[in-house]
């Protein structure tokens, strides 16, 4: 088939939206527009109604919609929906060699087969798209050089045509990549969309960057907890759990970071406190693990240190933080993680007044540090040992 007009609408919005065709011609294309643009239509035409009931989630009156209606391309679309009612044959014979590489792309994602499409030959929004498969193989074989590589080439193919899809690929390369300069263009592109996932992740990604410089001194952190509340507004944790804990991660920490030099200052540690209880309470130790155990261990930090009328509450909360974090702390693997967990429950120990558990932890401290060679680490546990438990025996 062709007549299919272009760019379409591809790879922006979530699956299966985002894998949609959009059918006909002048009647459709102020829809198909706006929607290459990450902008859901003011008014649907009713060429669209099943484009429409897919993109308010209502997928088994979309299906029928499709099924009922005549047009090869929504043959197609009833493929992205059920593969089980339209085989991948019958749907690259409904849209044409021009298409086929859209057809197996989904045959892809929808893990109708393992081999990933390929973009030689292609252009536009369609080598964008199947661009970001190529990138997925390419992570899953572990060869992130090769993915950046193909996420690059998928930026640049989307970016004069699809700009929305430029986004949300740029956001994906600044993620991996770590080059502000694509955060910088993604936010650009996904600001003012009706893709709140995507831009929030976008902000996410700019965010986290500025907050690395910030610690160099290079950035300013307002920007990056301007940047991590920008993300927030845009989504919930019903919707984007994981996200939405992740970004309350680095906004705690990033509070925390901020010197405080007046009483209105202490206000945030609050704030900080807050935002690290959210990232504790919503992310998932197997899926999330790393992001899991620092939630944990920069609360139990914040807790020690942060003024409070309830310090002793405090001080027993975060040692128990830090007793789960020791958890995933093995000697053996992550001898070094552990010391430093170790050294921090001591000194929560130490100001509780149990001595003796302090001391315990201090000691394993300052052998594992020792075991591996730091022994600036080592004199360090050394000399806390000795002063706090000092001055607690004193007490």
């Known amino acids: 088939m062709t007549g299919i007009a272009r760019p379409q609408a591809l790879g922006a919005f979530p699956f299966p939206a985002g894998l949609l065709l959009i059918a006909g011609g002048e009647e459709t294309d102020a829809a198909r527009t706006a929607l290459v643009r990450g902008i859901l239509p003011e008014t649907w035409p009713a060429r669209l109604d099943g484009?429409?009931?897919?993109?308010?989630?209502?997928?088994?009156?979309?299906?029928?919609?499709?099924?009922?209606?005549?047009?090869?391309?929504?043959?197609?679309?009833?493929?992205?929906?059920?593969?089980?009612?339209?085989?991948?044959?019958?749907?690259?014979?409904?849209?044409?060699?021009?298409?086929?590489?859209?057809?197996?792309?989904?045959?892809?994602?929808?893990?109708?087969?393992?081999?990933?499409?390929?973009?030689?030959?292609?252009?536009?929004?369609?080598?964008?798209?199947?661009?970001?498969?190529?990138?997925?193989?390419?992570?899953?074989?572990?060869?992130?050089?090769?993915?950046?590589?193909?996420?690059?080439?998928?930026?640049?193919?989307?970016?004069?045509?699809?700009?929305?899809?430029?986004?949300?690929?740029?956001?994906?390369?600044?993620?991996?990549?770590?080059?502000?300069?694509?955060a910088e263009e993604a936010v650009a592109l996904l600001r003012g969309t009706d893709l709140p996932a995507a831009a929030a992740e976008a902000f996410f990604h700019r965010a986290g960057l500025?907050?690395?410089?910030?610690?160099?001194?290079?950035?300013?952190?307002?920007?990056?907890?301007?940047?991590?509340?920008?993300?927030?507004?845009?989504?919930?944790?019903?919707?984007?759990?994981?996200?939405?804990?992740?970004?309350?991660?680095?906004?705690?920490?990033?509070?925390?970071?901020?010197?405080?030099?007046?009483?209105?200052?202490?206000?945030?540690?609050?704030?900080?406190?807050?935002s690290l209880r959210t990232a504790v309470r919503l992310l998932d130790e197997e899926r999330d693990a790393e992001e899991w155990a620092s939630a944990r261990l920069n609360l139990a930090n914040a807790l020690v240190y942060a003024?409070?009328?309830?310090?002793?509450?405090?001080?027993?909360?975060?040692?128990?933080?830090?007793?789960?974090?020791?958890?995933?702390?093995?000697?053996?693997?992550?001898?070094?993680?552990?010391?430093?967990?170790?050294?921090?429950q001591g000194n929560a120990l130490a100001h509780l007044g149990l001595l003796g558990d302090a001391r315990e932890r201090f000691d394993e401290a300052e052998f594992l540090f020792a075991s591996k060679g730091d022994e600036s680490s080592a004199a360090i546990v050394r000399d806390l040992r000795g002063s706090l438990i000092a001055v607690g025996a004193d007490d």
């Open 51 to 182: 484009v429409r009931l897919v993109h308010e989630d209502r997928l088994d009156e979309a299906a029928a919609w499709f099924a009922d209606s005549d047009d090869p391309v929504d043959r197609y679309n009833l493929f992205v929906l059920d593969p089980e009612r339209v085989s991948r044959s019958e749907a690259a014979a409904a849209v044409g060699d021009d298409w086929r590489p859209l057809v197996d792309h989904v045959a892809y994602t929808v893990g109708l087969t393992s081999v990933p499409p390929t973009s030689e030959g292609l252009h536009g929004e369609l080598a964008a798209l199947v661009g970001t498969a190529e990138a997925a193989a390419a992570l899953a074989d572990g060869d992130e050089p090769v993915a950046l590589a193909h996420l690059r080439l998928a930026a640049d193919a989307a970016r004069d045509v699809a700009p929305a899809l430029a986004g949300v690929v740029l956001s994906e390369l600044a993620g991996r990549g770590h080059d502000l300069a694509d």
């Open 210 to 274: 500025v907050h690395g410089l910030a610690i160099e001194g290079r950035r300013s952190l307002g920007d990056a907890i301007a940047g991590y509340t920008e993300a927030l507004r845009r989504i919930d944790e019903v919707g984007q759990r994981s996200l939405f804990a992740r970004i309350h991660l680095n906004l705690g920490t990033a509070y925390l970071a901020a010197p405080i030099v007046s009483d209105a200052d202490h206000l945030r540690v609050g704030i900080a406190l807050q």
């Open 307 to 344: 003024p409070s009328a309830k310090q002793r509450d405090h001080l027993m909360e975060a040692v128990d933080l830090y007793e789960v974090v020791l958890r995933t702390r093995s000697p053996k693997k992550d001898a070094l993680g552990r010391a430093r967990v170790l050294s921090n």
